[in-house]
């Protein structure tokens, strides 16, 4: 690892004076990282001094970008932001850029991805801002105490490693020494202290409680039982799922189904929550690699329980370090369209405004030894199924099983899967016969897509463009 | 021979289009109590036009339609009466409004038992013509008498066993009341396994999360088949009215009850 100062970080008592110390009109690649979610007030304060200072051709990287993070729509406004390359995007800077585009181009990038880019120079960030709820005065910071605790803090630490010039900013400095720092002191060159830098409401996310809805109830008993008959819960098994209300109902019939049979999984990754945490005190599996916390039971979990590991974006799903997804057994994802070839969309919706991205989508499906795709078969009256999805979000080839509330597709490059389930009661067909299943109660939608203007592009984590982003 | 019977909205084209999804072996479009009067017209047509689009091999449809004395019902039976559906589950049922429908259709009716009076009158509910099965209203009922619910549900005891009596009697299905609680599924286990003990052949539901559930419940188990398949085999064998199997007496009820389960477990494809 690359040691990039032996003196202490410069610490600063008020905002304003980091601005006169450093000339941002310098240094226009910067990063942010979103652990605080919609609760975060640091990204908009550093941007409107980008704003006040009137810095232009600026590139940003903000591991995703969230409703709170108007700042960036004013300064697109004011013509200031070239380019940006994120994770994820949804809101109002989202709906923006769906219908104007940038004077540069928008990258929606992977965690996975992300993190390699930064490490080996692609993506060159000259001052990363990272926001961290507990900090020391050697610049060493971890995210899971302080009066804003948010969890772990996995999305920045590349940026710490690889950045020009680190900026923490925090509400929270001790003098006492912190073990295991995710973010390493000799890394940082300035230390921001603030009155607060966020609001805890809005750091952790709400959306994650299980789904009671009778279709997600549905469908995520027929992935427990898919997963089952593949003979995936076994003693030492590894999984993932998202923090939507299927996947943690997928979970939670995991769950009932180890308890039953006496089985012991031996991690669980990416985004943690409650359930997981529970699972864990409950000895049901061995060990959480967390890279971002959803709620504040995972938070708490983290600064106590030692096999509560945080882990960052690099060590999750770089695939050029030693990743913990290469060693995942199933991944639970969710899609908002997805074709006959198995190419899944969540980065814009039909009428291509862009409402996500990738996230650790493309990479955990990348490496996951069974990847599965749950989602009703129409949502809002538009089947989920298209004969070629708006956006290519994560590619057909890394997809495996499909499940909805009428039936189950197999990817059909997964013979092996398929012999399993020859004699399986489970509904399982075609996802051109369940395509026309949807069809048969919605009709076949009129394809809209404007392909005149390219906004964007969509890269997985081997830096492959997979698809492109057009303006709507 | 359906184990379950959901209630659905009338008026919800997301329930309605995927009222084959949840599993429940029939399925009650409701117009009565979930559908507000001004939205009756509304719910009939979307039902008619929606029946007459789709078809569901697997799952039996009946109707609610509203009670006999209410300006709904004429109109209820007269828009729907040409649909491909099972049958009508009539509420507030008394013999003459049973009869009234009976008049007015062909096909199935269900009445449901939600008054004292009904209570009292359900042999010539039952065998009323085209009489389906009967299905206990406890809500109703238990407010007519001015009692409360309980999760013991002693409080509807009695009028749970007459209407297995008589059912069986009469042989036509007993469908048990709705369980109502949708979260507590501990308590719906309890409550559904209470309602076979007693000997209703089926259970109605007004959350789709609560089928799998009472289907469970109501599918004869892998000791239940593998026991009835040793008393039909060994039937055959000794081709006599009453033998000895494992010490115990088996005469033609058993023999007739084994082969009821053996039934059911070949439509639930269990065999």
């Known amino acids: ?472 | 021979m359906s184990r379950s019977y959901l209630f659905i909205p009338g008026n919800t084209p997301s329930m309605l289009q995927n009222l084959d999804v949840f599993e429940s072996d029939a399925v009650i479009i409701d117009f009565e109590d979930s559908v507000v009067d001004y939205d009756k017209d509304a719910a009939r047509l979307l039902v008619k036009n929606f029946l007459n689009k789709f078809n569901f091999e697997h799952t039996e449809i009946f109707i609610r339609i509203n009670d006999a004395d209410s300006r709904f019902f004429l109109e209820d039976v007269k828009i729907t009466k040409d649909l491909n559906i099972t049958g009508y589950v009539l509420p507030k049922a008394l013999p003459k409004s049973v009869l009234a429908l009976s008049n007015l259709t062909d096909k199935l009716i269900i009445p449901i038992i939600e008054s004292p009076m009904a209570v009292l009158r359900l042999e010539e509910i039952a065998h009323t013509k085209n009489v389906r099965g009967l299905l206990l209203g406890a809500e109703d009922l238990t407010k007519e008498l001015g009692i409360n619910r309980t999760v013991e549900a002693m409080e509807i005891l009695y009028t749970r066993s007459k209407i297995v009596l008589v059912c069986n009697a009469y042989g036509i299905d007993s469908i048990d009341t709705p369980f109502t609680n949708k979260d507590n599924i501990d308590d719906l286990l309890i409550d559904t396994r209470t309602a076979k003990n007693l000997g209703f052949t089926a259970k109605s539901s007004i959350h789709p999360n609560h089928v799998e559930i009472i289907n469970t419940t109501f599918t004869p188990s892998e000791k239940e088949i593998f026991e009835a398949k040793r008393i039909v085999k060994k039937a055959e064998k000794e081709n006599k009215g009453a033998f000895s199997l494992d010490g115990k007496m088996i005469d033609l009820p058993i023999i007739e009850k084994a082969q009821k389960v053996l039934e059911k477990a070949k439509k639930y494809n269990l065999l």
């Open chain 1, 1 to 472: 690892m690359d040691i990039k100062n032996n003196r202490k970080p410069i610490i600063i008592s008020h905002f304003d004076d980091f601005f006169n110390q450093v000339d941002i009109h310098k240094n226009k690649n910067i990063s942010f990282h979103h652990h605080l979610r919609n609760g975060d007030f640091i990204l908009n304060r550093v941007l409107n001094k980008y704003k006040e200072y009137n810095v232009m051709d600026l590139n940003i990287f903000p591991s995703a970008v969230f409703p709170t993070y108007i700042s960036i729509l004013e300064l697109i406004k004011n013509n200031q932001i070239k380019n940006i390359t994120t994770n994820y995007l949804n809101g109002p800077v989202a709906d923006y850029i769906s219908e104007n585009g940038l004077p540069g181009i928008l990258t929606m990038q992977t965690h996975g991805g992300r993190a390699r880019s930064i490490l080996e120079g692609r993506n060159s960030i000259d001052i990363a801002y990272i926001a961290v709820p507990y900090c020391n005065k050697e610049g060493n910071a971890i995210g899971y105490k302080g009066k804003n605790a948010c969890g772990s803090l996995g999305y920045p630490i590349p940026d710490s490693e690889k950045a020009k010039i680190v900026v923490l900013i925090t509400d929270t400095l001790v003098n006492e020494k912190i073990e295991n720092p995710e973010i390493k002191g000799h890394n940082v060159d300035y230390i921001i202290t603030v009155d607060t830098i966020g609001d805890k409401n809005g750091i952790v996310s709400g959306t994650t409680s299980i789904t009671s809805n009778p279709i997600g109830v549905k469908i995520a008993r027929n992935t427990s039982k898919l997963l089952y008959e593949l003979g995936l819960i076994k003693e030492g098994f590894s999984f993932q799922s998202g923090a939507g209300g299927v996947s943690l109902r997928v979970t939670k019939d995991v769950k009932d189904i180890m308890i039953k049979e006496k089985i012991k999984a031996s991690f669980f990754s990416g985004g943690i929550t409650k359930y997981h945490v529970e699972m864990l005190e409950e000895g049901l599996v061995e060990k959480l690699y967390d890279v971002q916390c959803f709620d504040l039971d995972a938070v708490k979990s983290l600064s106590k329980n030692e096999n509560h590991i945080p882990i960052s974006a690099s060590r999750y799903a770089n695939p050029n370090d030693n990743q913990v997804i290469k060693d995942l057994d199933v991944v639970i994802l969710g899609a908002t369209e997805i074709d006959y070839d198995y190419n899944v969309n969540v980065t814009t919706d039909s009428h291509q405004t862009i409402i996500g991205g990738s996230g650790g989508h493309s990479d955990t499906a990348s490496e996951a030894k069974v990847t599965v795709i749950v989602s009703p078969l129409i949502k809002g009256r538009i089947p989920v199924i298209k004969t070629r999805v708006t956006t290519i979000t994560t590619l057909g080839q890394n997809i495996d099983c499909f499940v909805t509330e009428r039936g189950i597709a197999i990817n059909p490059n997964r013979k092996d899967l398929l012999s399993l389930l020859k004699n399986s009661k489970l509904n399982i067909m075609t996802i051109e016969e369940l395509g026309e299943i949807a069809y048969r109660f919605t009709g076949i939608p009129k394809e809209n897509k404007s392909e005149e203007t390219i906004i964007g592009v969509v890269e997985d984590r081997t830096f492959e463009v997979i698809d492109k982003i057009y303006k709507k």
